[in-house]
């Protein structure tokens, strides 16, 4: 974004991309947690909500046994198997509505949204939750969930 020579402001949009912000629930506030994990050289994962797994080692986070015990597992016998309507929808429907995920396919440069119906859709962003996102700053009509609560600067954490 920018502004032109007259003043005219000027918008233009040459790529999809995804930004993860964590509120840690499970596992550590390390560098292993932080999203996109990589699921394969081809996959990877950013994902927000809590999953019900269980925790193999303690330390990471359910997102991280998330991509490593069930969707590496998958892609490594079945190297297109993401990509596939019928896989989504099999996830889709193990998930709760505050569950989201977003892959990254390399190879076919896009991104694959899982419960993107359940997210909000702001002037062309999308919102994988409004929770955290203040109503008094940013009023939301159609914010899937309530509007509840911001941090202040001294209460986040940067890695």
Known sequence: MGFGT???IIIERHAELCLH???RTRGDASTENIHPLKVT???HLMHNGTLRLPARVASRSDSWHL???????????????????SFQALVEAGLTP???LVLLDAQAQR???????????FEGLWLSSTRWIDRR?????????PQQKTYSANELEFI
């Open 67 to 85: 991509a490593m015990d069930l969707l590496r597992p998958l892609a490594a016998h079945w190297p297109n198997l993401p990509i596939h309507s």
């Open 98 to 100: 505050e569950n989201k």
């Open 41 to 43: 050289d081809r996959f």
């Open 21 to 23: 912000l964590r509120l």
């Open 6 to 8: 007259n003043g005219e």
């Open 111 to 121: 991104l694959i949204f899982f419960n993107r119906h359940h997210g909000a859709e």
């Open 137 to 145: 700053r940013l009023p939301l009509t159609d914010a899937p969930q």
